[in-house]
């Protein structure tokens, strides 16, 4: 993006900076942290068309994942499934270019698919991340979320579309090595709520404010 | 009065071993402003059975003294509030609450004491509070019922609402489980245990603060050769380690809804002294649980008998008594005499025996007494009294005596003088009531077993879902363990878990039969005369009231239910309904299952509102969304509104400024200088596909095939009753890409209407459909100024022929990436700018920066309004209210008349046609500094007095600074046809104001300026 200093989270006044830390503090079982600014981009084709899913893997390094699951790709990059004929790419802040190489690649695409078309949409702003981490990551989301994130039901690389409290969020299980881990992909308006209710929710549990990517 | 000595009082009912209470401390309570001791382990009812404290309430309708009647959550009597406003809880039993350090509680329902209640008069004066007294008493005049309701709520009232905010915090969570547990007892633990060993994940849910039922009070039974609570402890501890099961103690069970959906309230430091209390911790918690197999263990609650004065206080359920002695190590009388129809009700004959206490008689109903426990009674020298009823009570305050007379062959009546017998405690057992409420509320069809006199569940019941124990009227101990057991292990299996182990654990164990049925006890005097016979306590409804229903010619038992209130308190009838079942049934002279039960509806037991709403209160009530400039109009000092659940900034008053003024001031400048609005929260809509032209035009009543790209235009959407559901503006992007604009409110039913159709109706059309809303921020500049200010900001080409009127340019605008479109909700020349929303901040302060020189005035949704409203512009939810066609709006302009859409067959209907339908028209007050209110009524013919012809009403009402007069929109019956007539609106004061119907544009009708 240009001018990328120009940017502000929509987190930005609730001054996370001053609370934050690098790690979870001790006694603290959940952290949370805001990453803004990831590039997401949304994928709309036929799953079934064999080009389709070729182009898509060629584009972003993974096969297209199955229902309910995310796969990584090159780089940083992650796809998720978010429907039958739905993605969403989710990659690292300011990499606008890839929005420009994938409309440029799926114009061709649709071209060649008879019969078929496709969509793209960045969608980098319509969303702010807040990641969850710890392990009673999934004791603090199950009081919002009506899903079942059991690790049998849910595990890592699950992803789905749910509501945690009164906010939709793309729930997306990436674990870090040691750590469970919850990306929520929140619409920005609805950020700082969301972020009230997580904090509120985790008292019991000891919550870290982690510094932001 | 000399007070007792406490003390003393305390070590004569605390027994001096046994139970489950540690002697070694003492804690402090108080009850009725009494300063009282009990021991950790001991709940408030035993604690004041312990001080001797054996008149703990008054009763609902006659203030009765009454006592501590059960041990469990069925007790209808011992209701205490807990805590000091606003900390405080009603209605809660005695029984379940636990003691602590400093609780205090109150007694409810004794007014001006507990000793010495006003009340009581109505006790003496029940023949005028006869059944369904409310409904014959209070039924005229029926304004008057406010005032009469008053009334009887505070004589009648179960305790106190706080007057306070709630100080405590609550908390809501979902949770999945394999199997749901309900009930920690015996066979709840076999079940749970079985299929935690096969891996499954388990919650196990009791509602006492300890596992074990009724093990708890009948702690002499061996389990796999072991002391039963030894082995509910190695059960405890088995299942607390096992990493995939919950167990969740004081935890109520109190709601089973389709599809295993089972809600249980957790009391998690209720039990607590409040300093003692993790501040991080909830007070309460409510489980929103869905199971994939449920087992409910859920155990039985004894039956009490329905005689002449058994409400008297030191009237007791037999095995509430035994729980006393064994679980709590309280003797809850001095003397006592049994009351049974069952061989089960000895055993608290022989548990107060054991413990020291006196047992005067047994007064048995069956003819020859016998069974398993009679006959250790016998061999105990206990005086039997066969074939005999308790015909009457005595004592004011607390039991004195009972009167027991001999039944009569026929057992309908008694016959011989009946005998005084001197007791302070009368322990009553008239056979057990399976707790069949969670069953049945999961539709689950129950069944009369007569040998047991019980309802219990059918088999082959609701689909993963079992019973197990007690609750299907199997008693014996090994017997529930085998039920519990088999049902965890067909719960597991039907998981598809493997089970290896067969063997339940094992117990010796009896039932309590045999037994004599008999719902209500005949006495001296027929039913009615002679003294009360309660069927429900809580509720005060007696045998009598029951019969006098039925005289009156009620015949369903729901009907019963509601004319006398019997099963309708707190208690939800626990004790009384199969007694109140089958006195109806005797007099009905009808098998008791043919009356039928009334319906198990949740709550179990009472729960707080509290858990009801977590932390979903104050600002997590619902969320507030701020749109990326926000902030800066926090800053700024707008004042906001709320739309839908947006916050928008609603006006910016400068100091000394109220809302007309900076209203006046905002209009003005847009209309002379330029203004800035934030118009982010507008609905945004991606489509995409080779079909987006054909989707829009099957969408929309106008045509889009022939929408240049590049251009915009403006789109009026119907239902399918041809009623306006939205507009706005939708642009075409690109050869096969258009981008829809919502109203704010509508964003997300405009989606999931469009998605319905495309997915359902027309899935052939190859259009995909993608949220945008929040991608993009909305900055709106509009005014003579708009042009200049916004061209120092960016290298899009802003003159009037390279950008005209609905068209729309890609390009930077003050640094980010832009799209700018022109387009006007104002009337004035307007530049839409759309940036990535993370860079709206920053757009919005480079405008303001750069309009500077030019005046530019920031105007908020209210400015807006007044601007729109003086184009006549139509805001969907304001002119229109789901009834309002197109036609109506005088809007023909826009319905194509060579294509379909969504709506147009409706607006063919001879109605939608009709001329006197209403209609849009402007209104010009007689007085132009007048303001019509919203929402006025209009009127052709005005009468001293309502009720007049209403033709219309106000839908928009404004004072229009640029106009120099006020301005309003309408709905008018055939308004359209009426332009020039005068209409009135009446006022709540009796004045009027005087308009005229005129057309509804009222500035720049020809909207020179717009494309200027």
Known sequence: ?213 | MSKPDTKTMARKYRLAEGGLIDRSKTISFTFNGERLTGHPGDSLASALLANGKRLVGRSFKYHRPRGIVTAGPEEPNALVQVGRDPATDPNLRATQVELFEGLTAMPQNAWPSLEHDVGEVNSALSRFFPAGFYYKTFMWPAGAWETYEEVIRNAAGLGKSPTGKDPDRYDKTYAHCDLLVVGGGPAGLAAALVAARAGARVILAEQDSRLGGRLLSEPLNEIDGKPALDWVEAAERELRESPEVRVLTRTNAFAYFDHNFVALHEQVTDHLAPDERPSALPRQRLWKVRAKQVVLATGAIERPLVFCGNDRPGVMLASAASSYVKRYGVAPGDRAVLFTNNDGGYRAALDLLDAGVRVAAVVDLREEPSGPLTDAAKERGLRILANHAIVGTKGRKLLTSVSAARLSADGKSVSGAPQEIECDLLMVSGGWNPTVHLFCQAKGKITWREEIAGFVPETGGPKSLACAGAVNGVYPLGDCLREGQQAGVAAARTLGMEVTESTAPQAEGQDFLPARWMYLVPSTAPTGHGGKAFVDQQNDVTAADLLLALREGYRSIEHVKRYTTTGMGTDQGKLGNVNAIGIVAEHLGKPLPEVGVTTFRPPYTPVTFGAFMGRDVDALLDPLRKTPIDSWHVRSGAAFEDVGQWRRAWYYPKPGEDIHKAVNREVAAVRQAVGIMDASTLGKIDIQGPDAAEFLNRVYTNAWKKLAIGKARYGLMLGEDGMVMDDGVTARLGENRYLMTTTTGNAASVMGHLEEWLQTEWPELKVYLTSVTEQFATVSLAGPYARTVLAQLTDIDLSPNALPHMCLSEGEVAGAPARVVRVSFTGEAAFEINVPSSYGLAVWEACMRAGEPYGITPYGTEAMHVLRAEKGYIIVGQETDGSVTPIDLGMQWILSKTKDYIGRRSLKRPDILKSDRKQLVGLLTENPQTVLPEGAQLVEELKATPPMTMVGHVTSSYYSPNCGHSIALALVKGGQAKQGEKLFAPMLDGGRITCTITSPVFFDPEGERLRA
Request: charged residues 20%.
């Open chain 1, 1 to 213: 993006m240009p001018n990328a200093h120009l940017r502000r989270s929509p987190l930005a006044q609730l001054g996370l900076g001053a609370l934050a830390t690098e790690t979870r503090g001790p006694g603290h079982d959940v952290a949370l942290r805001s990453v803004p600014f990831q590039t997401a981009i949304n994928l709309r084709g036929p799953a079934a068309d064999e080009r389709f899913a070729r182009a898509v893997e060629e584009l972003v390094g993974t096969s297209l994942p199955p229902a309910c699951r995310a796969l990584p790709g090159k780089g940083d990059l992650r796809l998720l499934w978010l429907g039958p004929d739905e993605w969403l790419a989710v990659a690292p802040p300011d990499q606008a270019h890839l929005i420009g190489v994938m409309e440029s690649a799926f114009d061709v695409l649709e071209r060649g698919l008879s019969g078929q078309h496709v969509a793209i949409n960045d969608v980098s702003d319509n969303y702010t991340t807040i990641e969850v981490s710890g392990p009673r990551s999934i004791d603090l989301l199950s009081k919002g979320c009506p899903l079942d994130l059991h690790p049998l039901a849910f595990p890592n690389g699950g992803c789905a579309q749910s509501l945690v409290a009164k906010a939709e969020v793309i729930l997306d299980r990436d674990d870090t090595p040691t750590e469970l881990r919850f990306r929520l992909m929140v619409r920005p308006s609805f950020a700082e709520y969301l972020w009230a209710w997580l904090s509120d929710a985790a008292q019991e549990y000891g919550l870290s404010v982690l510094t932001s990517a």
